[in-house]
């Protein structure tokens, strides 16, 4: 008996924090201690009907935060002290769009309070012009440790992942008897073994190939930095800094709105990248394109990457003439929709099906995927495309 009432006890604590405690809830749950300490958390959040004021359609006080920045910090810590990471990060986000907290995150004791993810860093990257002097400082210590988690969980793959690529481009088909990489020579010879003789005869050789300290690629990442571009934008500026630390790739990184600014010299220190960028504003990805193509001395060597959900404001018709002017050269155009966690965004579906039709597939992906893409795009081999796509 103990048995059944404890799961069911704890099922209709977990609803009594769902529903929220209105009369008409059902559940007849009282709550104290900690559990009523994380419903005030639920509710100064939640329970607010148009987002802002805490009051439900009677008029009746259910909640919310006020405009004191005192009560929001008290809020900030609350939360993580009740729930794990992962949800603090979704609350926190919640309370930036219902409760319109992006001002209070200008002043530095609450950027102390807050958990710092993706979407924190998109946030003060979107208020950066706004920052005063006394926050910058702190705001670039939140957005540095964010980096630091991504560069951890990310850079190792990444260089692994294109390193291969690279050493297997390298490989050479007429090579020297001392750079036979017979292992795989065997293996692309199989069909010309001869039963007779028990032996394999080697009609096509391959190659180690030879290291070399030149620059054997160029990687061009071109990236949309209007406002609904954030994350990928925090990504993109990750994986730009590891990809540059390669010394056979010559990595260049972009941006744009209706301005092209290019950021290939802050390379060394992403967070430099990010608070170089501007989030927000219009899109002219023709104008990107235009300066991205006129920086390609190698196109066969060359791999550009479009970063955008693709609404285009400037000339569309000359967007596509210069996608199919790169891939004619010999580019490899890859074009991301979004670098993110979140999967695929709203996108310009007519910019989408056009890029495909030009062999340039438009899709979004993961920054777990990314590595991969880079990889196959080097070796010039087909994309692996998610399905979700």
């Known amino acids: 008996m103990s048995h059944t009432a404890a799961p069911a006890d704890e099922r209709l604590r977990r609803w009594r924090l769902v529903l929220g405690g209105a009369a008409a809830e059902g559940t007849g749950r009282a709550l104290s201690g900690t559990d009523a300490a994380m419903d005030a958390a639920l509710a100064a959040l939640y329970d607010s009907r148009d987002g802002r004021d805490g009051r439900d359609g009677g ?18 810590g609350d939360i993580r002290s009740y729930f794990p990471s992962s949800v603090v990060q979704v609350m926190q986000r919640d309370a930036i769009d219902r409760l319109g907290l992006a001002a209070l995150l200008l002043e530095p004791e609450m950027l102390e309070a807050v958990e710092p993810d993706v979407h924190l860093v998109g946030t003060l990257l ?6 005063p002097e006394t926050t910058r400082e702190t705001a670039r210590a939140v957005v540095r440790k964010v980096v630091a988690d991504l560069e951890a969980r990310l850079a190792t793959r990444t260089r692994a992942t294109v390193t291969g690529a690279l050493d297997r481009t390298a490989r050479i088909s007429r090579p ?3 750079d036979i990489d017979w292992d795989r020579t065997l293996r692309a010879n199989l069909k010309h073994y001869l039963p007779e003789h028990r032996t394999v005869v ?5 190659g180690h190939g030879r290291a070399s300290r030149a620059v054997r690629k160029e990687v061009v990442l071109c990236i949309d930095q209007s406002g609904s571009m954030a994350a990928s934008v925090v990504y993109a500026s990750v994986f730009g800094a590891v990809l540059a630390s390669l010394q056979a790739v010559a990595t260049r990184l972009v941006v744009f709105d209706t301005a092209v600014v290019d950021l290939t010299d802050a390379l060394d ?13 219009g899109t002219d990805i023709n104008r990107a394109l235009a300066y991205c193509q006129s920086r390609i001395t190698r196109p066969a060597d060359t791999v550009v990457v479009l970063i955008s959900d693709l609404y285009e404001g400037g000339i569309r018709d000359e967007m596509l003439k210069r996608v199919a002017a790169m891939k004619a050269s010999g580019v490899q155009f890859v074009a991301l929709l979004a670098l993110s966690d979140e999967g695929a965004p709203a996108y310009d579906r007519d910019h989408a099906a056009a ?12 920054p777990d995927l990314f590595p991969e893409v880079m990889a196959a795009a080097l070796e010039k081999r087909p994309l692996p495309i998610p399905d979700t796509a």
Do not use: M, Q, Y
Request: aromatic residues 6%.
């Open 269 to 281: 220190d992403p967070v430099d990248v990010l608070f170089g960028t501007r989030l927000g504003g």
């Open 176 to 178: 020297r008897h001392r």
């Open 126 to 131: 979107s208020l950066n012009k706004a920052l």
């Open 202 to 206: 080697p009609e096509r050789l391959i």
């Open 355 to 366: 890029l495909a039709a030009l062999g340039a597939p438009a899709f979004a992906c993961t």
């Open 59 to 76: 008029g009746e006080r259910r909640g919310g935060l006020g405009g004191s920045a005192p009560s929001v910090a008290r809020w900030l």
